[in-house]
């Protein structure tokens, strides 16, 4: 691989295989479609990668984003974010070729959306499980019911079931917590399961969130999953329970510009325009990343107290440990393990495979 | 102006240009040379703005940056980042064609520089007058005499004189406070002359920070200024005492899509990869934007209790008061100020100016 002399997001294609093949497995142990979230990597090739374990449906978070991947030859795709009815154009344009799929979550917004559409498309009805964020709250049967019934006189729009984002799990710092996060929603499907009438016909429950999806072993009426995070893990999942360092599938690497021997700090080119300003806090330290070591084209997350603790829009500063500042001229490039691999992906729009060539893998 | 379905970044040429114009006319009254920095809205378009104020230098924070501008016929472009030797090919590019001035903070950088040049450059030392990021100790007037020695020694680097980003002014909290961190660097600047020996030649001192240059009224002996976020301004900086509301020149418009009656919350579409994750935190509350008013195409600060309180990749969840709530229907467009118009901009990457056409004005 060339020196790297710019900020640059590697990405280990064995780690990301790995963590697409795990979760796959896991699904199909337990009899659940998989249907992934893509808005993580945001790139063809990894969807490729997706595509090689099996997998036939996917789910995104925009337009422009199922626009993207139903160019790349995906089929069935969710939109799972409440649907835009300002967009209804582009909605025609992707349910005349794709199995499109949305969130209804008013009354209102299926009857803005029938009035503009031409093709028929599906709809999952947003159930809040506790994060807060959108969707119907599970016990309130009365709305759910009228929902569904609203949808269902339309000519265009199909009721295919319920979708929950169980966001608060993000919370859990552990595999524990996580687990009763996946028990409560479990008992909310449950129960609203019990309340919907066979009348409105089969549908089916997608639930979909990194914590839950990795460690819960109980989806009781649950049929589909879509996480998204998964497929590259960051420092945030660690800290939730999700997964272990050596999971994490993306790195930032930057070259060193500056160093401050009474400090211990590295200055580097990456800064929030690159990483993001996603922090996390650990043992009373709230940093950006943490320094790993550079192994061959790979890296090993370090046990050490080496972390990004400071961010302007193109510098980062790295406070390290004594043998991580000494180990570092000006002009090499150091490996961080970003907070958030979302975020920092959509920053950098583009990845370096860690393979001998350095393969350019190039996102929507 | 055509209705806004999408996340989008509107941009207030009247407001741009009168900050602007106030800064010009306040850098001439000094007697500074005023070379705005560019990396807060990375547009040419905007750079012709400034051009018609009068200015024919500027200052970025990348080589890409630097790249972009030069393609836009800029001739004389400081790259205020300390120099990244392991791009000296494009340094050398870009030297052939406009004059070019780097920053330099330690002698092996000159050294590792010299080796690869082949085109003539300038060179500022950077100088930490308290921001504890990167550039010399304005006092370490032994290591600042043998960097521009070391300088004066190569072939291809002119020493210039000094630089320095005060990004302490960031955490003031009044125009007191930001007049305190101005005397400070003023004090600092003076001795620092003081101790540089005429034997060295003439030099400049160049000072940029949007608090500092917004609000100062005694520049000492700084020769010039390159503030960046001026240009738009935005919540931040009305926190820090550097302007008020209404010199913010951007806001994002975005789409209802949903909306909570016992929560007074509406969901958008417009997350962290629209506004970015810099929040800010006064009385009490931590958010992420602050709702305004819409008029005709333009907008107005409001007064009231609504904010965007949550942000996760693609929504943003706005807690209102209940007059906002009720006038906000789902596919209604929201107008909310940013916190920090530099990221935001970074991530929308275009502008819709607020004139009838919503002409498009691109970005790097």
Same mark, same amino acid.
């Given at each position: 691989?060339?020196?790297?002399?710019?900020?640059?997001?590697?990405?280990?294609? &064995?780690?990301?295989?790995?963590?697409?093949?795990?979760?796959?497995?896991?699904?199909?142990?337990?009899?659940?479609?998989?249907?992934?979230?893509?808005?993580?990597?945001?790139?063809?090739?990894?969807?490729?990668?997706?595509?090689?374990?099996?997998?036939?449906?996917?789910?995104?978070?925009?337009?422009?984003?199922?626009?993207?991947?139903?160019?790349?030859?995906?089929?069935?795709?969710?939109?799972?974010?409440?649907?835009?009815?300002?967009?209804?154009?582009?909605?025609?344009?992707?349910?005349?070729?794709?199995?499109?799929?949305?969130?209804?979550?008013?009354?209102?917004?299926?009857?803005?959306?029938?009035?503009?559409?031409?093709?028929?498309?599906?709809?999952?009805?947003?159930?809040?499980?506790?994060?807060?964020?959108?969707?119907?709250?599970?016990?309130?049967?009365?709305?759910?019911?009228?929902?569904?019934?609203?949808?269902?006189?339309?000519?265009?729009?199909?009721?295919?079931?319920?979708?929950?984002?169980? &966001?608060?799990?993000?919370?859990?710092?552990?595999?524990?917590?996580?687990?009763?996060?996946?028990?409560?929603?479990?008992?909310?499907?449950?129960?609203?399961?019990?309340?919907?009438?066979?009348?409105?016909?089969?549908?089916?429950?997608?639930?979909?969130?990194?914590?839950?999806?990795?460690?819960?072993?109980?989806?009781?009426?649950?049929?589909?999953?879509?996480?998204?995070?998964?497929?590259?893990?960051?420092?945030?999942?660690?800290?939730?329970?999700?997964?272990?360092?050596?999971?994490?599938?993306?790195?930032?690497?930057?070259?060193?510009?500056?160093?401050?021997?009474?400090?211990?700090?590295?200055?580097?080119?990456?800064?929030?325009?690159?990483?993001?300003?996603?922090?996390?806090?650990?043992?009373?330290?709230?940093?950006?990343?943490?320094?790993a070591q550079k192994i061959d084209n790979h890296w090993k997350?370090?046990?050490?107290?080496?972390?990004?603790?400071?961010?302007?829009?193109?510098?980062?500063?790295?406070?390290?440990?004594?043998?991580?500042?000494?180990?570092?001229?000006?002009?090499?490039?150091?490996?961080?393990?970003?907070?958030?691999?979302?975020?920092?992906?959509?920053?950098?729009?583009?990845?370096?495979?860690?393979?001998?060539? &350095?393969?350019?893998?190039?996102?929507?």
């Amino acid at each position: 691989m060339q020196k790297i002399t710019t900020p640059t997001l590697l990405l280990d294609e &064995g780690i990301c295989k790995a963590n697409i093949r795990r979760m796959a497995e896991k699904a199909q142990h337990h009899n659940l479609r998989f249907k992934p979230h893509m808005k993580t990597h945001q790139s063809a090739q990894v969807g490729e990668w997706i595509k090689d374990a099996g997998v036939t449906a996917i789910t995104v978070s925009s337009i422009d984003m199922a626009h993207y991947f139903a160019q790349n030859g995906w089929k069935d795709i969710t939109i799972a974010f409440p649907c835009n009815v300002g967009r209804t154009q582009e909605l025609n344009k992707l349910a005349q070729n794709i199995t499109l799929t949305l969130l209804i979550n008013k009354p209102e917004t299926a009857h803005q959306l029938e009035t503009h559409l031409t093709s028929t498309l599906n709809t999952y009805i947003e159930i809040d499980t506790g994060s807060a964020r959108s969707g119907l709250a599970s016990d309130d049967i009365r709305a759910i019911k009228e929902l569904i019934t609203v949808i269902q006189k339309t000519k265009f729009i199909n009721w295919v079931g319920f979708y929950s984002h169980a &966001g608060h799990s993000y919370s859990c710092r552990s595999e524990q917590e996580i687990s009763e996060v996946q028990h409560s929603i479990v008992k909310q499907f449950n129960n609203l399961k019990k309340c919907i009438n066979p009348d409105f016909g089969t549908f089916e429950i997608c639930s979909g969130d990194t914590p839950c999806c990795s460690v819960a072993n109980n989806f009781g009426p649950i049929d589909a999953i879509s996480p998204g995070n998964f497929v590259f893990y960051d420092l945030m999942q660690t800290q939730i329970g999700s997964c272990t360092p050596t999971d994490i599938a993306v790195a930032m690497v930057c070259p060193v510009v500056d160093k401050y021997p009474k400090r211990n700090e590295l200055i580097i080119h990456g800064g929030a325009v690159h990483f993001s300003k996603e922090s996390m806090t650990k043992n009373g330290l709230t940093h950006y990343g943490a320094v790993a070591q550079k192994i061959d084209n790979h890296w090993k997350p370090l046990d050490t107290a080496s972390h990004l603790v400071k961010l302007s829009q193109e510098h980062g500063v790295i406070c390290c440990s004594d043998v991580i500042f000494k180990s570092y001229d000006i002009g090499d490039a150091i490996t961080i393990l970003p907070i958030h691999s979302c975020l920092t992906a959509n920053l950098m729009s583009q990845y370096q495979l860690t393979d001998k060539n &350095g393969t350019q893998v190039n996102m929507m």
